[in-house]
Structure formats: C-alpha cells, structure tokens
C-alpha cells in the first residue's frame, strides 16, 4: 500500500488484514449467538441455581398427650449456628468473627476444618446455643457472610423412662433433611399424623452465600397432636412400682372401652437421648445392656403363659364338653403318659378336685387331662378365639404375635409329627407355647366382656370394636367364678383378698425341665435366669368388672408371690380413684 | 463551536458518543447502580479523556512526526524503570505511582511502538520496503518492549503488541513469503515458550483448554462469565437486573468483564450493539486511513484500527471463553484511567492526521 510502485500489493495487504478482522468478528457474533441464544436455557438454569437457594422450613412435629391431659412428647426450640460452604478468605473472616464471640474450643474448631473438607453444603458451627450467645450472635450476623442461625425443634419427652416403649422416640432418616421420624412407639405408628409438611422458602443469596432476599415461601403444615388413653400418673405409679424388680412389664386395660390405661417395661430407656443427644458409648451402653432395655416387654416379647393360659384350656374343655364344672378327677401328683410321669406342681396330689378347685389351686394334672381329652386342635380354636397366635392391633410397630404351636407347625417347623405329651404341656401353657403379657390382657377382656371382638386401644377414640361375636355367657361365668376363687381363697387369695373384689389367675411358667433335686426349692436360691417368669392377670372389682391388669415379672419366682402384690396395689389404687 | 466539534468529525463524534454513554451506564450498573464515588470517578475520566482528544487534536501534527521517536524513548525508559522500581500490585509490576494517578507505561508504549514504527516507514524509499533488511529494526523496536512487559509479567498485553507490530510490518510491505515462514516457525516453537511462562499463567491455558478441570478454582471466572452472558438471552435481564454480576458471582466485573455484565442486562442484541459500535470505530479509523495522503498518518491509522480491534477481540473472546484469561481490558468501557487516555489519545491522533494531509 505504502510503496506508490506496487498499489495492488498494498491494497491486497490491506484486504487481508480486513478479511482476518471479519472473520474473527464472525466467530465473537456465532459465539455470542451459540452462548445467548442456543444455550440460554441452561446458563439460565445455571443462573438460577447460582443465586436461589431452597430452605425448607421444618414443620412442628404433633405431640403426644396423656389422658390426662400431660404433654408426654413435646419439642423444645433449638438454636443452631450454620455456615455455608465459602471460600477460604470468607471462611477465615467469619471464624474470627465468631471466635470474638463463642467460645469454640480446639475440638470444635478440628471438627469444623474436618467438615470442610467434605462436601456436605453447609456446616455446623455449634449446636444448641445459649440465649447468651444468640444474643452476641444476633449483633454480629449482619458481618457474617453466608452465616445464619437456624431455629430447629428437638424432641422432648417428659417422664421418659415411664413412656419410653409406649410413645418410643424419633430420629433424623439418612438423605431426608432433618425431618425427625419415629422409630418406635406410636411416633412410629403414627408418623405421618405427627410428622406434618414441610414448608420451604426461596431465597436469593450473593455469590458470598449471604442471604439477599426472599423470592417466595410455602408455609409448613404442623403436625396434629396425638392423645394417647394412658393415664400418666398412673402410668408413673406403675413403673414406680415396677421398677424394684429387674424385668417386668405391666398392662393395664379399661375393659368398658378397651383402653389400654397404663402399658409399662422395665428396665426402660431414656428417649430423649436417642432423639438426637447422644454419644457413641451411650447409644453402646444402651445397645449391648444386657437386660435389652429398649425391648418392650409388654407387647413386644413372647413368654410361655404359664398357668393362665388355664383359663383358655378351662373354657374349651368346658364349651367342648370334655368336662362340666362339677365332673372331679384325681390328681395324684402326676400324669403317667407312655414311660415319662407328668408332676402336678404340688407332687403331693390335690386330691379329686372339680374345675373350680383346679383353677383355684391350680392343679396341673386336672389340666393335663382335660387338654388329653380336648386334643390339640381343640385348645388351639379356643386359644385363637381368645386372640392367641396374633397380634392383638395394639398401635405399637413390631408387637409379637406369640406361637400356638399346631401339628402342623411342628411338621412344618421340626418335621416330625405331633406327640401326644405336647398336648399335656400345651394344656398347663408350657411347651412350645408363647404369648405376650398384652395378649394376655386381651384374653381377660374378651372373658370379661363376654366378647370375642374385644379389642385393646392407645388412641382416645380409637379402635371402636363392634361386637358380633359373643361369647357363651354360661361357661363364661363359670369361669369368672372360679377366678374369684382364686383370689377368695385360692393361689392369690395372699395378696389378692380385698372388700371389692379381685378374679385373676396366678401363673409361674418355667423357663427349663426341673430336675429331680431342685423340686420344691426355693425360687430365690436359684440363679437369676433359671428362676419362673412370675405371672398375675385379673380383673376388678367384682361386682362391676371394668380394669383388667396383667403383671408380669421376668424371672420373678412364683406368680402368687411377685406378681400378684403388685397388681393388688394397681387395683387398689383404680378403684378408689 | 466549530474550534470544539469541527463538522467533518460527525460520524466519530457519533460512534464516540455511543461508546462512552455505554461506558457510563456499564460502570454504573457494575457499581450495582450505586451514585458513588467509583461512578464520579469514571465520568470524571470520560471528561479528562475527551479534554486530552480535544488538545491532541489541536496539536500540530508534525510534532508528532518529530516527536515519536522521543516518545518512544520516553516509554522505553519508563517500562525499565517499572522493572526496576515499580510497585507491586496483584504480583504484577506494571504501574508506576505517580501519587494522583498510577501511571502504566505498557499502555502508552502501544502508542509509541505504533508512532515509532509509522515514523520510521515513513522515511523509507518504496524500493527499501521491498526488502528484508530494512524490516529488521521495526522488528526489534517491536520484540524489546514486548520481552520487557512480558517479563512484568503481563502476557496479554505483550502478545497484543506484538500482533500490532507485526501487523505494521505486514502492511507495509514485510516480503510475504518470509513473513508466513516467521509466523508459521513461531506458532512452532510456541509449546517451547510453556516453559518460560508463570504457574498461574499455565493454570489459565490450561484452564481454558479444559474448563471444567477446576470450577471453584481457576475456571471459576470463565465458568461465571459465561453463565451470566448465556442467561442474557435475547434481550438480557434488564437494565440493573443482571443477577450474575449484581451478586458478586461474576469476578473483575468493573474491568476486564464489564463486557460480560452488559451482556447478561443486555442479552445478546446489546452484545452486538457493543460489538457494532467497537467496529464501526475500527472502522472509521481504517477509513481515514485509506483517505489521508501522509505516509505517517496512514501507517499510524492503520495501526490505531487495529490496536482497537485486537482489544476488543481479546477481551470478548476472553470473556465468552474463546481464549484463556489475559487480563485485556475492553476499550473506552473497563474501568480505569490508563487504557482510556490511551485510546483517547488514539482517537485524537487520528483526528489530527485527518486535519493535516
């Protein structure tokens, strides 16, 4: 261009140039196009993900309320100091900040630089702060950067070793933010009524995380407050009294409404500390006890029922007809069945006894006649009428259904055909048989309210059991007759002789073959787990039947002796209430 | 009136007006459109730039002629110094403090090396053009500065200087076939200058030939720019409603990515209107290029035109991710006071030469 020689050359020179600065301003336009206008929905999206953040904000959980009116399960608000993940440069000017003002030890501070390294998004500063510290916080927050206090709610359960496997406890599930779920009790049963919905907010935050404005938010729903039919002094009352023995559980049930008034395990647990507070040798404290604390042992474990389940062999015989009430038979100490001699607990003999005398003194050898007579298939229809062999819909999760063995379980469970001396010890509720202490209620209550539908409650208002299925009221009360006996002048008639008027039925259910020397041994020589499962259920008062209590006491020695004290103390104090 | 706006200058004044009303604007939504003292400080720049244009323009052209290789000298001497005593400033050394402006010779010294250059083409015969030796002297006049501020280090700026250079010996006759030899020979031996270059600056290549290699790291930038370009759309978020940028998600907004915030408020018809005004000027400069008689003033037109247009393209291409992050800032619209008298100046020159054929 510059040499006025060769004009072309310059000119063409100078073309290129152009040429090269038109196609690099072609590709900036393409670009430019590919980037706004072919890609924009996802640099929006990107957009937008960079500046909302979604909170959610955590409903209310519904509480448990007693009868009474208590609030068992209520929430306590929770301070807590959260940081979102940042840079390093506002991580440190927020640490200094917040050091001026907390006192974070050295160990906070290592578990803090620990989180950071993982990608969880945001971290906890501290929890649970002090209303002091909230306050020195709440001065400092506007300095803070991507910092905030989040409000959460705990869980707080009054007289928590007393409803502890009643009500149960709530933990945080894995990947569900930090909505509490019941894990046990009616928490468990009744989640979804107590859990609510959760609520969220839109909030536009800075590229420090520091929050900018609200865009939108969804209210959370609460949840509703669940009231239970337990009685909590009552409640209270029976764990008082329960709580001197090592294991033990108790029932106690309205039979005119069939609400469960107090339902108490022992050795119990503290829910509150499952509920989010714990540390590691706590929860190993509680996990490897060798007692199992967090079993319930009222609806939940199975026993062999021992000599209540007499009351069952006792109707059928009678509604079968294998026997009336005033047919005696002899007991002489023992039945004799192919080589092996059944004892009678009394090795002398009752002599010849009708069934009143029989379930009055408990005789086994009655018994072990009269299930020869019945035959298996027989005890089992009237066991199942009674509510044996299933759950008895109690709202409590996993409760035990008990085991009514049959031939053909034992075919289908062992393989080999049923033997005559298992129907004997079926008779006396020994053997293979299990049931639950609840199980055990149950069966009162349907004897008692001549229902077969009778059916037991947590919930105010809950289960409301239409009655079709009626039971013989005849043979029913001769039933009822008898375990008045018991408790006038029978196995019970100790502890259980009282101007109202107490029917139950004592029961001492072996928990091993009793070998030659220990007969007639004192129970407390024995170790601890070679002892008998103590039983007492009745009912009171007589003349107006309406609270059935069953007690049990895991290795407690003879019914009549631990059990039945403990349950004429609840009767005593329900019906002068 | 006539002294101040001369008429024949109607469609630069136009394109200029065009680009500082941007400017404002631009700076005043980067400042999330806050009336502080950053803004003052900007228009108070557009004033001192239009004020330096206006008495560039009325300089006699010959003492540019005359004056260039001092100039030059002038700059030279000053990028040693700033080597030597300069202050330190984001790890670079590129300033000198001259306590009521920091003054950066690097820019300057792309006005000299274009004054210098079209000052030496000008004095030569069209025969010399032609040959080969007589192109070496621009070449080194070219290569010292761009080794000096390459060493600041300031890689950016030494390639664009480089490119104006070598573009100045393009046109004005560098024998063709040596000149795709020397190109094509460097291209070759670019992988060799990776050793010569400063950990962050191998973190940015290779940050821009892998963009996801390090999100929240280096490719954070390029990552947020394009977020915030790419939600522009058609017509952008609007006026002071660029999320990106008004968050602090996007980094540098103020100055090297002030691109990035009108395109994300301004969506991709703004981005244009940008780019339109930028080669209009680019344009307008080659014009009188083409149409003044000087020598002098057409080597230095051309270099002019094209010192704005390799900014402009290394900026926007910076910031939508086309090239790794070099720190160029966008003519007339980034933030600070140097590159704007620079291009001022520019403006003023070539006006100047427009007066004088």
Same mark, same amino acid.
């Given at each position: ?17 152009i040429g ?10 393409f670009?430019? #196009? ?8 996802? #640099?929006?999206?990107m ?5 909302i953040?979604l ?9 448990v ?6 609030i ?11 940081m979102d993940?940042?840079?390093e440069?506002?991580?440190?000017e927020?640490?200094e ?9 050295d ?7 620990d989180l950071?390294?993982?990608k969880?998004p945001?971290i906890?500063?501290k929890d649970?702060l002090?209303?002091?510290? #909230? ?12 910092v ?32 509490l779920s ?19 907010v ?12 609200v865009?939108?938010?969804e209210d ?10 337990i ?14 023995? %090592?294991?033990?559980?108790?029932v ?22 499952i509920s989010g ?5 706590q ?6 006890d060798?007692?199992?604390?967090m079993?319930?042992r ?9 000599s ?5 062999v006792?109707f ?5 007809g294998?026997t ?9 100490g ?35 006649e009269?299930?020869k007579?019945l ?6 229809k ?8 299933a ?14 063995p049959?031939?053909q379980w034992k075919?289908?469970?062992?393989g080999t055909?049923?033997?005559? #001396?298992?129907?004997m010890l079926?008779g ?35 289960? %409301?059991?239409?009655a ?14 008898a375990?008045?006996?018991?408790c ?5 008639s ?28 004192d129970?407390?020589?024995?170790q ?11 009912c ?6 309406r609270?059935?209590?069953?007690v ?5 020695g003879?019914?009549?002796h631990?059990a039945?004290?403990?349950a ?8 002068? %209430? | 009136?006539r ?25 005043y939504?980067?400042?999330?459109g806050c ?13 001192a730039?239009?004020v ?5 323009y ?8 005359n004056?260039?290789y001092?100039?030059y ?18 790890g ?7 306590y ?24 030569l015969?069209?025969?010399e ?24 280090p300031?890689?950016?700026t030494?390639?664009?200087l480089?490119?104006?250079?070598l ?6 006759g ?8 020397l190109i094509i020979?460097?291209?070759?031996l670019?992988p060799l ?32 720019s394009?977020?915030a ?10 006026f002071?409603?660029?999320?990106q ?5 996007l980094?540098?907004k ?13 969506g991709?018809?703004g ?12 344009g307008?400069m ?14 230095m037109?051309? *270099? ?6 390799l900014?402009?393209?290394?900026n ?20 600070? *006071?140097?590159?704007?008298i620079?291009?001022?100046i520019?403006? *003023?020159?070539v006006m ?6």
């Open positions: 261009m510059l040499s006025n020689g060769s004009q072309n050359d310059a000119k063409f020179r100078v073309r290129i140039i090269i600065i038109s196609l690099l301003s072609a590709v900036l336009v670009h430019l #196009y590919w980037l706004q206008i072919s890609n924009a929905e996802k #640099y929006s999206l957009s937008n993900k960079n500046r953040k909170l959610p904000i955590l409903p209310k959980r519904g509480r309320i007693s009868a009474d009116g208590k068992i399960a209520g929430n306590v608000c929770r301070h807590k100091l959260v993940r940042c840079g440069k506002v991580f440190h927020n640490m900040l917040l050091n001026q003002c907390l006192d974070l030890t160990e906070d501070n290592m578990r803090i630089s950071r390294k993982t969880i945001f906890v500063i649970g002090s209303w002091d510290e #909230y306050a020195k916080l709440s001065m400092m927050l506007f300095r803070l950067n991507g905030f206090v989040e409000n959460t709610y705990v869980r707080d359960y009054k007289m928590p070793l007393e409803f502890s496997h009643v009500v149960g406890y709530v933990s945080k599930d894995v990947g569900k933010m930090q909505i019941g894990k046990t009790g009616i928490e468990a049963t009744f989640n979804r009524q107590l859990v609510g919905k959760a609520g969220n839109q909030t536009e935050v800075n590229a420090a995380g520091k929050r900018v404005r865009i939108s938010s959370p729903v609460d949840g509703k407050d669940i009231v239970v039919t009685d909590s002094e009552l409640q209270k009352y029976v764990y008082g009294l329960l709580s001197l023995e %090592k294991a033990a559980a108790c106690v049930l309205d039979i005119s409404n069939g609400e469960v008034l107090a339902m108490v395990s022992v050795p119990s647990f503290d829910p509150n500390l507070r714990m540390t590691y040798s929860w190993q404290a509680i996990a490897h060798p007692m199992f604390p079993m319930n009222a609806a939940c474990c199975s026993y062999p029922p021992g209540i389940f007499k009351i069952v006792a059928a015989a009678l509604s079968e294998a009336s009430p005033q047919d005696k038979i002899l007991c002489a023992g039945v004799k069945l192919d080589d092996r001699v059944f004892h009678c607990w009394n090795r002398k003999g009752h002599g010849k006894i009708n069934l009143y005398d029989a379930l009055k003194f408990s005789c086994d050898c009655y018994f072990f009269a299930a007579k035959g298996i298939n027989a005890i089992v009237y066991a199942q009428k009674f509510g044996f062999g759950e008895t819909g109690i709202e409590i999760p996993n409760e035990s259904a008990g085991l009514l049959s031939k075919f289908l469970r062992y055909s049923w033997k005559p #001396y298992e129907t079926a006396i509720g020994q053997g293979a048989l299990l049931a639950t202490l609840m199980q055990s209620a149950v069966m009162l209550g349907k004897l008692y309210t001549g229902n077969y539908d009778f059916c037991p409650t947590l919930i105010k208002g809950g289960q %409301k059991y239409v079709v299925n009626p039971i013989n009221r005849e043979q029913s009360a001769v039933i009822i007759e375990l008045r006996q018991v006038a002048s029978g196995t019970a100790r502890s259980c002789r009282t101007d109202y008027g107490i029917s139950g039925k004592t029961g001492s259910s072996q928990v091993r073959t009793i070998k030659s020397h220990e007969v007639g041994m129970q407390k020589l024995l601890w787990k070679m002892r008998d499962h103590a039983f007492f259920v009745g009171a008062p007589n003349k107006n039947p609270y059935v209590v069953a049990l006491v895991e290795h407690g003879g019914g009549a631990v039945a004290p403990i004429r103390k609840i009767f005593d104090r329900l019906t002068t %209430k | 009136m002294v101040f706006f001369p008429s024949e200058f109607k469609i630069l004044f136009v394109i200029l007006f065009g680009l500082l009303l941007v400017s404002f604007l631009g700076q939504s980067a400042f999330n009336w502080d003292g950053h803004v003052q400080r900007h228009i108070v720049r557009i004033i730039g239009v330096v244009m206006w008495c560039i009325a300089v006699d052209f010959k003492f540019w002629i004056f260039a001092v100039f000298a002038f700059v030279f001497v000053s990028l040693i110094i700033v080597d030597l005593l300069g202050i330190m400033k984001l670079a050394q590129r300033w000198i403090d001259l009521f402006f920091t003054f950066q010779p690097s820019e300057l010294m792309k006005l000299a090396l274009i004054l210098s250059l079209a000052r030496y083409y000008s004095l015969s069209p025969l053009m032609t040959e080969c030796k007589y192109h070496i002297s621009p070449i080194f006049l070219t290569l010292l500065p761009s080794i000096l501020i390459f060493k600041q300031d890689l950016g030494a390639g664009l480089l490119c104006v250079g573009g100045i010996v393009f046109l004005a560098f024998p063709l076939k040596i000149f795709a030899t020979s460097c291209i070759a670019c200058g990776w050793f010569y270059l400063r950990d962050y600056q191998k973190n940015r290549i290779l940050t821009f030939l892998e963009p996801d290699r390090d999100p929240l790291g280096t490719g954070y930038h390029i990552l947020q394009k977020i370009i790419g939600s522009g759309h058609v017509f952008g978020r609007g002071l409603q660029g999320t940028s008004k968050l602090n998600f980094p540098e103020n100055t090297d990515f002030i691109f990035t915030t009108i395109a994300e408020e301004t991709f018809v981005a244009l209107f940008v780019l339109f005004l930028f080669l209009s000027l680019c307008y080659f014009w009188a290029a083409a149409e003044v008689r000087l020598r002098f003033a057409k080597i037109c051309y *270099g002019l035109g094209m010192l704005v247009f900014h402009v393209f290394v926007v291409a910076m910031v939508v991710g086309l090239l790794p992050i070099v720190g160029i800032p966008l003519p007339f619209l980034s933030y600070g *006071g140097n590159a704007m620079m291009f001022m520019g403006c *003023g020159l100047s030469a427009q007066k004088k054929y």
